[in-house]
């Protein structure tokens, strides 16, 4: 064909053309319809809506360039190719296609924005140029490039404009200004589209008619496609209308019943938008909170959270916006709440969202936790800490060691074993509700002299120990005398004064141990040192205390073995009168003959039979022997004679301490006033009490004496309220009489004192003649010692009361 030199001029016919940019605008208006249920929808239904938007889409374009080819009149008659006319259809719905599996993604960020717009645009591009390739005539089709770059612009840069609008819809469900702007801006880019391509297009006339090949469609055929799709839309149109109204029919009721749901929850249920501003309030909330749901509905959640938490829930907040992602979403947290009146409690929330057609969406489950938080509470104070003090258990106190042992350098500190003196006294003697009120008073005391890094610990009855950071040996000693002198003061109990003292035992780091269990045994091991150094003191650890103490441990197990093997017996130190010479009585004394550690010391083995509870055992051993060997002597023919024997403090707090008394004197048919019971000072810890069993011990008619007088508690106002017949000069004044005046001074004292009262005075620990000649001097009554005799065993007391009878009657 050769083309001629002139353009074919062309008219359009306006109600054709207004009618194209309508169906335009109508399709888009569809398939937004359709597409704004696309974020939604459940998988199947998102694939149908896909679908169905692509199909609305790409008819309405290729109806709309059609129904504009059809206001396009020129001066030679145009038909069209069916093929080419069809293939036109496939970009377009493709494109569109493709363009709302974008906005069907979860997320609208800017780039799925540019590139849903682009394929948009293409589709619309794809199609006018392809259904322009689809006209038949003689005239040979060109373009100017400027319009046709324009016309593609045009469609890119008016989709973006109304995918834009498109997404940032706050609710589409229903009819929307937005959504009727999106369509006309789409309708607008598909009419300008090709209303700027049909201007780039440039038809030239040939001078040979052509003969078309193929199928070719007239106007009216064109018109009836036209038609069809039109149809189509409607049909589509129709659908989605019933769809919406179905949806919403659901939606109405699933909101009653989630209202229902809600409203009858326990729990707090808490719905706010992606502001914050609460818009759902259910009955829970009101409860929990305070707040009426008319109160609070608009307003922003941070009314339930205390202000200092609320700048962090804004980063929280603004970091899901930008990310969409946060680490509460799904999960139960701990957060704490305020109420109305302003009073905060601990609760519990699980935190939910979604995405409607009307936004961003969060849900919060609150439950108040407040019990379980104090439940939890006393469970973790029942792990930790010491239910009648409040003081950090064991697990706790090795916890805190073993932190401080962890740092990376090394801490010089302190741990101080401490150990009340009497205690058990105490306990047997009041019963344990006045021995929990006395444990109570001893750790205010040593409160009282803490630092405040210090950790003090009870690590079970009278055994507590401190954990003192950056403490040397000086400081140590220090703090160790202070512990000493705090609890020395008597402790009022029940209008009773209680006496205690403290055995500590001090281990430092790192000198005594790199571990936390080399820590605490060597600063047991000091303390066991410091009660058998006299009690009420404290020792350091040192080496050479391993040795002693495995003895010791070695010796408590001896103990009570030893009992059953008889390997203990009872020697009798003889009491003298000192005006007549003659024996008045003997004191029983226990001795132990270990068959492999020999002869053992009482220094050494009584406080650790006191310490273990042996002292009972043994304590019975020792009465029971002495009624019997007295008795026995008696019906040797020996003269009658009291014999004394020792009772301890943790032997008279027995509370059966009369009953077995007297299960002796029957056992042995001994005279109950041939003996005597010779206790400590100690009983003085409970006066009252002393007394009542006193006073039952005198009515089985035995005598009471009180040993090692001036060395304990001493209350001059009780020794007129026991019933006692004679103090014992402990043998510390005696010994030291000769050479120091104010213990020679304190003997005479004792001695007026108990004459006055009208008590026997005996002294203990005489070894010399001169310490007879200042005792007799003063009138003392009696006395025992080394000067006279050492303890003999039993069957050397015979034949010494016979020589001393010979001697005072010659």
């Not at 008016?158 to 834009?164: D, F, N, R």
């Amino acid at each position: 064909m050769v083309p001629i030199e002139h353009h074919l001029h062309s008219t359009y016919s306006l109600p054709l053309v207004l009618l194209s940019i309508a169906v335009a605008v109508f399709s888009a208006y569809v398939s937004l319809t359709i597409s704004s249920r696309l974020r939604y929808a459940a998988r199947v239904s998102r694939i149908r809506c896909v679908l169905a938007g692509a199909l609305s889409l790409g008819l309405g374009i290729w109806a709309m360039h059609f129904i504009g080819m059809l206001a396009f009149h020129m001066e030679t008659p145009v038909t069209y190719h069916i093929g080419i006319v069809i293939a036109s259809i496939v970009p377009a719905v493709i494109a569109s296609g493709f363009a709302f599996y974008m906005v069907s993604r979860p997320s609208s960020r800017p780039r799925n924005l540019v590139i849903s717009a682009l394929f948009i645009s293409i589709g619309i591009v794809s199609m006018h140029y392809v259904g322009m390739e689809a006209m038949q005539m003689n005239a040979v089709l060109s373009y100017d490039p400027f319009l046709w770059v324009l016309s593609a612009l045009v469609a890119f840069i008016a989709s973006l404009v109304g995918l834009y609008l498109l997404f940032s819809l706050p609710d589409v469900s229903r009819f929307h200004w937005r959504k009727l702007v999106s369509s006309l801006l789409i309708g607008l880019a598909v009419a300008g589209m090709h209303y700027i391509g049909m201007s780039a297009a440039v038809f030239t006339p040939v001078a040979n008619v052509s003969e078309f090949t193929g199928q070719s469609m007239d106007n009216t055929l064109l018109a009836y496609w036209i038609a069809g799709s039109v149809m189509t839309l409607f049909w589509l149109i129709i659908i989605s209308i019933r769809n919406e109204k179905l949806l919403e029919a659901q939606s109405k009721e699933s909101e009653t019943k989630f209202q229902s749901v809600i409203e009858s929850a326990n729990d707090a249920i808490i719905v706010a938008d992606a502001e914050r501003r609460i818009v759902q309030w259910n009955k829970g909330a009101e409860r929990l909170f305070g707040h009426l749901a008319t109160d609070v509905l608009g307003h922003s959640i941070t009314l339930i959270m205390p202000e200092r938490f609320q700048e962090a829930h804004e980063r929280g907040m603004k970091r899901y916006h930008e990310t969409r992602e946060a680490n509460v979403i799904g999960r139960t947290v701990e957060l704490v709440g305020l109420r109305k009146d302003g009073t905060e409690f601990p609760l519990e929330m699980s935190l939910g969202t979604w995405e409607t057609e009307k936004g961003l969406f969060f849900s919060s489950i609150i439950r108040d936790i407040s019990e379980r938080k104090r439940v939890e509470a006393q469970i973790n104070d029942l792990v930790y800490l010491d239910p009648l003090t409040g003081l950090p258990n064991r697990r706790l106190f090795s916890d805190r060691l073993d932190a401080l042992l962890g740092q990376t350098h090394r801490n010089t500190f302190a741990l101080f074993y401490i150990d009340l003196d009497n205690f058990k006294v105490i306990n047997d003697r009041f019963g344990h509700s006045v021995g929990d009120q006395f444990l109570k008073q001893v750790t205010t005391r040593i409160e009282s002299i803490l630092g405040k890094h210090d950790t003090l610990a009870r690590l079970g009855g009278d055994e507590f120990i401190i954990l003192s950071p950056e403490t040397t040996s000086n400081l140590g000693a220090h703090r160790a005398q202070e512990l000493v002198n705090v609890l020395h003061p008597p402790f009022e109990l029940e209008h009773e004064e209680l006496f205690t003292g403290a055995s500590i035992g001090i281990s430092l780091h790192p000198s005594d141990g790199e571990t936390a269990e080399e820590l605490i045994k060597n600063a047991d091991i000091a303390m066991y040192r410091a009660k058998a150094d006299g009690k009420n003191g404290y020792q350091f650890f040192t080496d050479e205390l391993n040795e002693s103490v495995s003895r010791r441990s070695n010796l408590s197990i001896a103990l009570r073995k030893g009992i059953g093997r008889g390997e203990f017996s009872v020697h009798y130190q003889p009491q003298i009168h000192l005006e007549s010479g003659e024996i008045i009585g003997v004191e029983a004394l226990v001795r132990w003959n270990h068959p492999e550690l020999g002869i053992i010391s009482p220094g050494e083995f009584i406080p650790i039979a006191e310490e273990t509870g042996t002292i009972h055992r043994l304590g019975e051993f020792v009465l029971n022997e002495a009624c019997r060997q007295n008795k026995a002597w008696q019906d040797a023919g020996i003269s009658p004679f009291r014999v004394a024997v020792n009772i301890s403090a943790v032997q008279f707090a027995q509370k059966d301490l009369p009953e077995v008394v007297s299960r002796a004197l029957d056992a042995s048919r001994l005279d109950a006033k041939y003996l005597e019971l010779e206790l400590t000072e100690s009983v003085i810890q409970s006066a009252d009490r002393a007394i009542e069993t006193m006073h039952e011990l005198v009515a089985l008619g035995v005598h009471l004496s009180i040993d090692d007088f001036g060395t304990g508690y001493s209350s001059l106002s009780y020794l007129k309220l026991f019933p006692i017949d004679t103090l014992k000069i402990d043998q510390h004044f005696t010994k030291n009489i000769e050479t120091d005046t104010k213990d020679a001074a304190l003997v005479k004292t004792i001695i007026r004192m108990a004459h006055e009262l009208d008590l026997n005075v005996i002294a203990e620990g005489v070894e010399t003649e001169h310490q007879v000649a200042f005792l007799k001097a003063e009138s003392c009554n009696q006395a025992q010692g080394y000067y006279y005799n050492r303890p003999l065993p039993a069957d050397e007391i015979e034949s010494f009361f016979h020589q001393v009878k010979s001697v005072s009657h010659p």
